[in-house]
């Protein structure tokens, strides 16, 4: 049973400047806009590929960090009931915790916070949107009462947490047909064939240029093997390439169904 409470009240009449996109976005009666940092993730072309053919029509789907929202209203577009989750105000950030940077990260991450999530309701409004918002920890969305849900999806998320398996289990514990996990690929990982995540950052970095924001690189087989374990199988894979600030990455799709 779904608690209405735990969702938050819209916000209505934002101004672009107000705002903080993290992807190139087309918005009715807006034009283009452009996330910071020169565009970021520009998903337009690839969401096919991104979404694997997942049937969305008719189905209630979990969204975990949807940042300015791309994926929640293409999503919608296709059918899907969305609930996006996102990391509250009062979060204590999962910042690699390097003692000279710690502080100065998770206070920018506040300042930012507002414009960020400004940037959800902003595109929120202008598509229409009936999406709905929970903002909760990844950790802590056991704890809420959000109702069961067909799909979860976790794209590009899971890199910046330190406990990816228990966001994982989380959305599996509410989701009764298919998990979607979108990473980016790893082809020195891959040639083995072993469940490998690989601490990302430099343990002695140049000053001023601590990766503070990305804990892992994952194998497919990392997730496939968990995966298997908690009871998802009929797992398949499907790489793609999508821009960031105008450079292609290549990303793989992993989607798992229950058994």
Request: charged content about 20%.
């Amino acid at each position: 049973m779904t608690d209405e409470a735990v969702y938050a009240q819209p916000r209505r009449a934002l101004r672009l400047d107000e705002c903080q996109f993290y992807h190139t976005m087309d918005i009715p009666g807006v034009g283009q806009v452009e996330g910071f940092g020169g565009g970021n993730w520009d998903l337009r072309g690839c969401v096919d590929e991104m979404l694997s053919n997942v049937p969305l029509k008719g189905k209630r789907l979990l969204e975990v960090g949807p940042a300015s929202g791309y994926l929640t209203f293409e999503m919608e577009r296709r059918g899907a009931e969305v609930v996006a989750v996102d990391a509250p105000f009062d979060h204590d950030w999962d910042i690699v915790p390097f003692p000279s940077t710690g502080g100065l990260w998770r206070n920018g991450l506040r300042e930012a916070w507002q414009p960020a999530t400004n940037a959800w309701w902003f595109a929120h409004e202008h598509f229409g949107s009936r999406a709905k918002m929970c903002y909760a920890s990844g950790y802590d969305i056991d704890k809420k009462s959000l109702g069961r849900f067909q799909v979860a999806v976790m794209a590009n998320v899971l890199l910046h947490n330190r406990d990816p398996l228990k966001i994982i289990q989380n959305c599996a514990k509410a989701t009764d047909e298919t998990l979607t996990i979108v990473e980016q690929w790893q082809p020195d990982l891959e040639p083995c064939a072993m469940p490998i995540v690989n601490l990302q950052p430099e343990p002695h970095p140049i000053p001023g240029h601590e990766n503070w924001n990305t804990w892992w690189r994952f194998s497919t087989r990392y997730f496939i093997n968990f995966l298997t374990i908690i009871g998802f199988e009929d797992i398949r894979i499907n790489r793609f390439h999508a821009p960031w600030n105008g450079q292609p990455f290549e990303l793989f799709t992993l989607t798992a169904s229950k058994a």
